[in-house]
Nanobody, 114 residues
Framework: QVQVVESGGGLVQAGGSLRLSCAAS????????LGWYRQAPGKQRELVAS???????TYADSAKGRFTISRDNAKRTVYLQMNSLDPDDTAVYYC????????WGQGTQVTVSS
């Protein structure tokens, strides 16, 4: 069983920044992929960014150039640095850990005001 806990969401003005954290209950090297997803009201959950155990990163087109995913193996934590936030980034952001199965966190709300 793997637990992931997100934190760092909040209310920010357009153009501002937030850093989300996803703390895992096991070593990050035991997790194949860690990803950040988001779900806005009335929309499907979508991938924002992911990072593999080997450090390979993937970004949604909407995140490229604005968001950065990184990991601190010692802290067992993955971060999502979000800059130049836009009201369209408003959503609940979820962390997903993939091993032999998927584990999801409870989500953290990000609200960007115009």
């Amino acid at each position: 069983q793997v637990q992931v806990v997100e934190s760092g969401g909040g209310l920010v003005q357009a153009g501002g920044s937030l850093r989300l954290s996803c703390a895992a209950s096991i070593s990050l090297f035991a997790i194949n992929v860690l990803g950040w997803y988001r779900q806005a009201p009335g929309k499907q959950r979508e991938l924002v960014a992911s990072i593999t155990s080997g450090g390979r990163t993937t970004y949604a087109d909407s995140a490229k150039g604005r968001f950065t995913i990184s990991r601190d193996n010692a802290k067992r934590t993955v971060y999502l640095q979000m800059n130049s936030l836009d009201p369209d980034d408003t959503a609940v952001y979820y962390c997903r850990a993939t091993t032999a199965r998927d584990y999801w966190g409870q989500g953290t709300q990000v609200t960007v005001s115009s």
